[in-house]
């Protein structure tokens, strides 16, 4: 069964600090990994894709691959109260339709 | 842009009566649709995902069902709620294609007494 495994949190950081979320998976064959905020009471939103090993930076986001090691995880740059929110771990398997969601890291920055 | 609407918002349904969600997208044609449900404590469970008008996968045996009458629509039915059934149920649409990611509407609050 594909797992994909985060820490529940909640992780507090300070205002202006770098949040690091991280991210495990089971299935080795996975191709596409997601990151999504989603803010108390709110649907998910897309924030991060990455498919290849390396960085990826978006803004204030970066995201990290390692299929080697088979983990993924999301570093927030000066973060923000308005970044408090959990963040939801997605990944695709090879050649399936399905997102295999993490249960999410809950992160507050504290002013 | 594309969109996609969910409604309602909250529902409150007493123990086994019916149910259906409604699900639309809009600026896109032809894609792949999403049934999920998020429990309290819990991850995103996916329900049911389809990739054309008709063809549904479920994932999940239980007493929902899901249909896809028209490209961009996407219900989800029962005929006889349980209390298991609350919770948060989310509708979400990709490209087709092997890495698109999924973008998901609003939500319906589901409250079973």
């Known amino acids: 069964q594909k797992e994909v495994e985060q820490n529940s949190g909640p992780l507090s950081v300070p205002e202006g600090a770098i949040a690091s979320l991280n991210c495990t998976y089971s299935?080795?064959?996975?191709?596409?990994f997601f990151w999504y905020r989603q803010y108390s009471g709110k649907s998910p939103e897309l924030i991060m894709s990455?498919?290849?090993?390396g960085d990826k930076e978006d803004g204030r986001f970066t995201a990290q691959l390692n299929k080697a090691s088979q983990y993924v995880s999301l570093l927030i740059r000066d973060s923000q109260p308005s970044d408090s929110a959990t963040y939801l771990c997605a990944v695709r398997g090879a050649g399936s339709y399905q997102l295999t969601f993490g249960k999410g890291t809950k992160l507050s920055v504290i002013p | 842009s594309q969109t996609i609407h969910q409604w309602p918002a909250t529902l409150v349904q007493p123990v086994g009566s019916p149910l259906s969600l409604e699900c639309t997208v809009e600026g896109t044609s032809n894609p792949n649709l999403y049934w999920y449900r998020q429990a309290a404590g819990r991850g995103l469970q996916l329900l049911f995902y389809s990739v054309g008008i008709g063809q549904i996968s479920s994932e999940v045996p239980q007493n929902l069902s899901a249909s896809r009458p028209q490209d961009r629509q996407f219900i989800l039915s029962s005929k006889k709620l349980l209390l298991s059934d609350s919770g948060f149920y989310l509708c979400?649409?990709?490209?087709?294609?092997?890495?698109?990611?999924?973008?998901f509407g609003d939500g319906t609050r589901l409250s079973i007494l």
């Open positions: 299935d080795r064959g996975s191709q596409s």
């Open positions: 979400a649409w990709s490209w087709t294609g092997p890495n698109q990611p999924q973008h």
């Open positions: 990455i498919y290849s090993n």
